[in-house]
């Protein structure tokens, strides 16, 4: 079960009182505020681990989230992201047997543990007690539970994350983390920016290259329309990839000779809409076409068919909309308002298919990426966009 620091005590036992006195409808929310006021000054740190893995030997622990990715995107969401993770673990024979333990003072709630922590006090040795859920099955059912989860969690924090062994003696183990809590997590990414965004249709990967290449200059290059391009210009290089249009392999002629141009050389590049499958990927690296930051951009198939499904055009003045986030402002504009092809129900269910298809495969490859939610304002995942560039970026005026 996953564990959230921050290192000072007061500033927990304030959040603490404050949950307790003014019992707030959404705990969680009320605990995200306040660990976003005034937090600057104080350690972010992540300890993730399983039952009994010596989590709450280490400073003062908010205990119970994040218990999976869900709750990671939460926190992420509110801009919550801690500079250090670190991962405790041990055999699982070793935590049922550390569970079956432990015992608990009901006068103090002070817990302790028959062979690590056994109190000196005859009178505190008469009075302990056997803490609730400890069994070996129900020890088993939250480590399955944790097991089922923590890989997805491990995907989000992936970068800023430090594995523990667990089972030794408490002080080796808070000698490690205090060791690793005090580097800072440095990027070694060449100053030239390669970015590639990956994720389903919709999850917005052409409006964060924009906003990416508009702030820093540099190119922005959609696949896609790459190709569209070539075709359309009936260049020699068009005419010999139209025949093959549909696979891989003139896409990676087409963009080794964009990325090989001097304004991607010396500016950098930020690519969407390619590579689709493993396959080109492998084609992509072979041609050397090896980007330094890698972003997957998630989101649930019914946010994506919210998105697409309603979106429409005006045939005479090309504008865009959508039926929820940006109405036509006249009747007579919405009479007239086609919908592309591509966004019928059924073609959307498609794309999606032939994305999650190969998605593991493209996140395996890539193994360096971040995760983040798209379900969002597009301008919070720009803005974990950045701060995940740890090595700022040139930005040219």
């Known amino acids: 079960m996953p564990y959230y620091i921050l290192g000072l005590s007061y500033f927990f036992q304030n959040m603490l009182e404050g949950l307790l006195i003014h019992k707030p409808d959404e705990p969680i929310q009320y605990m995200i505020s306040h660990l976003k006021q005034d937090n600057d000054h104080v350690p972010r740190i992540c300890i993730l681990g399983p039952p009994a893995s010596g989590k709450t030997t280490i400073g003062w622990i908010l205990e119970g989230f994040p218990e999976n990715r869900d709750q990671a995107w939460m926190l992420q969401s509110a801009g919550m992201t801690p500079r250090h993770v670190v991962v405790l673990y041990a055999p699982d024979t070793v935590l049922i047997e550390r569970n079956l333990g432990k015992r608990i003072d009901p006068s103090t709630k002070e817990v302790y543990h028959t062979t690590f922590d056994w109190p000196s006090d005859p009178l505190v040795q008469q009075r302990l007690v056997e803490a609730e859920g400890i069994s070996e099955q129900e020890t088993a059912k939250h480590l399955v539970e944790y097991h089922r989860n923590f890989p997805r969690v491990f995907q989000i924090y992936q970068q800023i994350l430090k594995s523990i062994n667990a089972d030794q003696p408490c002080a080796d183990v808070f000698s490690q983390v205090l060791t690793y809590i005090r580097t800072w997590c440095r990027s070694a990414a060449p100053f030239t920016p390669r970015i590639l965004f990956c994720g389903p249709p919709g999850s917005g990967k052409s409006l964060q290259a924009a906003l990416i290449a508009q702030k820093y200059n540099i190119v922005n290059i959609c696949c896609g329309q790459l190709l569209k391009e070539a075709v359309a210009d009936k260049t020699k290089l068009g005419e010999l990839i139209k025949p093959y249009f549909d696979s891989g392999w003139p896409a990676v002629l087409l963009l080794e000779d964009r990325l090989n141009r001097l304004d ?80 019928t129900e059924e073609n959307i ?21 971040f995760y983040i939610n798209a379900d969002q304002d597009p301008y919070v995942v720009f803005e974990y966009i950045e701060s995940c560039i740890v090595k700022p970026l040139p930005h040219k005026s």
């Open 349 to 369: 269910r498609i794309c999606l298919e032939t994305y999650y298809r190969h998605a593991g495969d493209l996140e395996e490859f890539y193994e360096d990426a």
């Open 264 to 343: 991607c050389m010396t500016d950098g590049w930020v690519l969407h809409g390619f590579p689709k499958d493993l396959d080109q990927a492998e084609q992509m690296e072979r041609a050397g076409i090896i980007p330094n930051r890698i972003f997957f951009l998630n989101l649930p198939s019914e946010s994506v068919m919210e998105r697409l499904a309603q979106r429409m055009i005006d045939p005479v003045t090309g504008e865009r909309y959508h039926a929820m986030y940006k109405p036509a402002p006249l009747p007579d504009v919405q009479a007239r308002l086609k919908q592309n092809p591509k966004d």
